[in-house]
Structure formats: structure tokens, C-alpha cells
T-cell receptor, first 115, second 117 residues
């Protein structure tokens, strides 16, 4: 079975531009989470979607938005890019939402560079 | 305040030796989960081991074991018989329940492990 897939692998944008990152969860998984990992730091939570509804939001500005589609894939959009948005963006999928143990399977990430 | 603290930026170990990576956490929630992930240079986060706050025994998964000391709020990862392929960044993470952000994981800053032959 395929794992979590993300596209594109790498992306270079300039300040002020907009970017869309895509994620396909593991088949059967209904929850998708997005994380931002700046170089040298641990991942920081951005959003979680479950059954196409936003279930959690981290401490990120409104320039960041996301959505989940009927097939449970997800997009993360970032508007008005800043240099500080340069990071590895990780997508994670899990089967459910409710329990403290809900293993999240991570994709390979999209490396975004903002010039 | 930091919820997950990893105080070792880098650790060095020789092949076949055991190594302990430290992790302390801060939560007032009685129900929570603790995770360890491995991140090779490729970037993908690989799940290693999980410990629930109510679990009576320390978790083990192959060469990985979690030294869970609830009163001290520590969840150290022990890797036995280190291999060259263990060289990577290791992250400790926590999920609280209930959590305003769904089932979001809170990560520490990570520890870089280097295994030499």
C-alpha cells in the first residue's frame, strides 16, 4: 500500500507569491495534519482536518489556509510568502481523531524555499 | 513554556553500543501520549515508539525502548546495539488529550545522533 504522498518535492518561490502544497493520505485514513519544520527545529503544527472539517489550528497567521477534499486529500495554501516561510512542510495522516494514541504517518515533505 | 525539552543537541556513539536520548515534558493533562520519531537526512519522519500516560510498563519496539518516569515527567529513548543506519535526528513528541488542536503532536527540538564504526 502506498504511504502518505506529497507534491511537489521541492519548490522555490519569491516573496509575496502564493504557494499550494498537496498531500494524499494513506488509503482509508480520514485525518490529515500539516506541520512546518524550519531548519534545525522540530515540526510545528499548522492544521488538522478530519472528515473534511478543520479540527485544529496551530499558531500561524491567516496567510496559511488549508482544505480537505471528499477523497481525504488535502491542500495547504500560503499567501504573501515571507522569507521566514522557508521550511520543510510535512503532511501526516491518521485513521481517526479521538484517542491520544493515534499514530500519525508522515509523508516525505515538501521543501519550500522563499527568495 | 516549552512542553517538550530535549537537552542534547548532539550525541555520539559507537556501533553496537547503547545510547540514551533524553526527553522531558510538561503537561497538566492526566491523559497524554509520548512518541519518538526518527528523521533521516531525507526528511521523512519515521515513527519509532509510543508510550501512553496510563501504560504501566515501559514500551519496547525491537532495539528501541522508552524509559518512562512519570513522576519526573521524562520519557527517554534507549537504543540498544546501535547501527550506522541509526544516524539521524530524533524527536520526542507529545499529544495531550483533550487537545484544542485535535490530535496535534508537540515536538521537541530534536537530538542529532551520530553512530561511528
Amino acid at each position: 500500500d502506498a504511504g502518505v504522498t506529497q507534491s511537489p518535492t521541492h519548490l522555490i518561490k519569491t516573496r509575496g507569491q502564493q504557494v499550494t502544497l498537496r498531500c494524499s493520505p494513506i488509503s482509508g485514513h480520514k485525518s490529515v495534519s500539516w506541520y512546518q519544520q524550519v531548519l534545525g527545529q522540530g515540526p510545528q503544527f499548522i492544521f488538522q482536518y478530519y472528515e473534511k472539517e478543520e479540527r485544529g489550528r496551530g499558531n500561524f497567521p491567516d496567510r496559511f489556509s488549508a482544505r480537505q477534499f471528499p477523497n481525504y486529500s488535502s491542500e495547504l495554501n500560503v499567501n504573501a510568502l515571507l522569507l521566514g516561510d522557508s521550511a520543510l512542510y510535512l503532511c501526516a495522516s491518521s485513521s481517526g481523531l479521538a484517542s491520544s494514541y493515534n499514530e500519525q504517518f508522515f509523508g516525505p515533505g515538501t521543501r519550500l524555499t522563499v527568495l | 513554556a516549552q512542553k517538550i525539552t530535549q537537552t542534547q543537541p548532539g550525541m555520539f556513539v559507537q556501533e553496537k553500543e547503547a545510547v540514551t536520548l533524553d526527553c522531558t515534558y510538561d503537561t497538566s493533562d492526566p491523559s497524554y501520549g509520548l512518541f519518538w520519531y526518527k528523521q533521516p537526512s531525507s526528511g521523512e519522519m519515521i515513527f519509532l515508539i509510543y508510550q501512553g500516560s496510563y501504560d504501566q510498563q515501559n514500551a519496547t519496539e525491537g532495539r528501541y525502548s522508552l524509559n518512562f518516569q512519570k513522576a519526573r515527567k521524562s520519557a527517554n529513548l534507549v537504543i540498544s546495539a546501535s547501527q550506522l543506519g541509526d544516524s539521524a535526528m530524533y524527536f520526542c513528541a507529545m499529544r495531550e488529550e483533550p487537545n484544542q488542536a485535535g490530535t496535534a503532536l508537540i515536538f521537541g527540538k530534536g537530538t542529532t545522533l551520530s553512530v561511528s564504526s
